[in-house]
């Protein structure tokens, strides 16, 4: 394939946030941490259910900790998501209307303020999801291609050089 394929695009905050917060739960550490916090609380809660049942006596003030373990929980996720967007905001590229061209051996992102090469060969993997194919440029970071705001064939061609690249790659059929 030595056509070029060329998408132009507005990227909106709401979309980098999304694409940010699912690059971040996909994380090893994060599965790992949310992992331990579960099996610690389902730990206490039986310890808890156990203790209970032996003096028969559950109070309001049993739940407390877990109600605050819970809550320390959900201010992380919603501190995380909010400094999630301060760096996108902060950064004005990622709102510019950008232009993307692929070829078989490259693609190119250029924005009004910025224009870059990245190689095939340099990049660490192409993703597939429902609503994005994900150029990951190394194994924490992404680029988001919106399927919806591909037009006529664009997709189509996409999966074809996707395909034709030798590239680590997870593609639906």
Same mark, same amino acid.
Not at 8 to 13: A, D, Q, S
Not at 93 to 109: A, G, M, R, Y
Not at 139 to 154: F, G, H, R, T, V
């Given at each position: ?10 990227? !909106? ?39 209970? *049942? ?43 209307? *950008? ?53 006529? !064939? ?20």
């Amino acid at each position: 394939m030595e056509k070029e394929i060329i998408i132009e695009y507005k990227p !909106n905050i709401d979309t980098l946030v999304k694409v940010s917060k699912y690059l971040l739960l996909r994380m090893r550490f994060v599965k790992v941490i949310i992992f331990v916090f579960f099996f610690i609380l389902l730990q206490n809660i039986i310890s808890a259910t156990t203790e209970s *049942q032996t003096n028969l006596k559950w109070d309001f003030f049993d739940l407390i900790p877990f109600g605050m373990v819970i809550l320390i929980w959900i201010g992380i996720y919603f501190l995380t998501l909010s400094n999630i967007k301060k760096n996108i905001l902060k950064n004005k590229k990622n709102l510019e209307f *950008q232009k993307i061209t692929f070829t078989k051996d490259f693609f190119i992102q250029e924005g009004e303020s910025f224009k870059i090469e990245n190689l095939w060969k340099e990049s660490f993997q192409i993703k597939e999801t429902d609503n994005w194919l994900l150029i990951y440029l190394n194994k924490n970071s992404a680029l988001p291609i919106i399927k919806e705001n591909l037009k006529d !064939n664009q997709y189509n061609e996409l999966k074809q050089l996707f395909n034709s690249i030798d590239i680590k790659k997870s593609l639906k059929s």
